[in-house]
């Protein structure tokens, strides 16, 4: 059986005693490593699974560690833009990074590191206008729920 990219990050992270207050550092260089981000959509899969709000909730460090990892995939894609499959699942991961289950996350980050919410937010408004940049006429128009964010995208 394969393993995810995301159950290997996941696994590699449980086991180190550091993680328990601070994952980011063991994560980052895992996640960039394997992917060379070439690959965009297996970024967005695996990072859609390890951010799964019915798994756990994030901590703190992961959330500003999938906020970094959306806005380096932001400039990524403002080359090319993004497909609707990308855009849903960027912002599945955006989603999950607001569910309800990660309050106490961000009302520490707020509290530690003067951050809260709204960078996830600004980060979804980049790659929005990052793609009308570059959209082409067939994904031009869309619209797209999760469980936490709508977004209609009209041109």
């Not at 550091?18 to 690959?39: P, R």
């Not at 961000?106 to 530690?112: D, R």
């Amino acid at each position: 059986m394969n393993k995810s990219r995301a159950q290997i990050l996941s696994a590699s992270c449980s086991n180190d005693v550091h993680a328990a207050n601070d994952v980011s550092y063991c994560m980052i260089d895992k996640l960039m490593d394997g992917f060379g981000v070439t690959n965009v959509s297996t970024v967005l899969a695996d990072l859609q699974d390890a951010t799964n709000p019915s798994a756990r909730a994030l901590m703190g460090a992961e959330l500003n560690f999938v906020v970094s990892i959306l806005d380096k995939l932001v400039n990524i894609k403002s080359s090319t833009g993004a497909n609707v499959s990308e855009y849903t699942n960027f912002l599945k991961i955006a989603s999950n990074t607001i569910d309800v289950g990660t309050k106490d996350s961000w009302a520490e980050l707020i509290t530690k590191e003067k951050q809260g919410a709204e960078s996830v937010m600004n980060t979804i408004e980049n790659f929005v206008f990052s793609d009308l940049n570059t959209s082409r006429p067939s994904n031009a128009s869309h619209t797209i729920h999760t469980d936490n964010i709508g977004i209609a995208v009209k041109l």
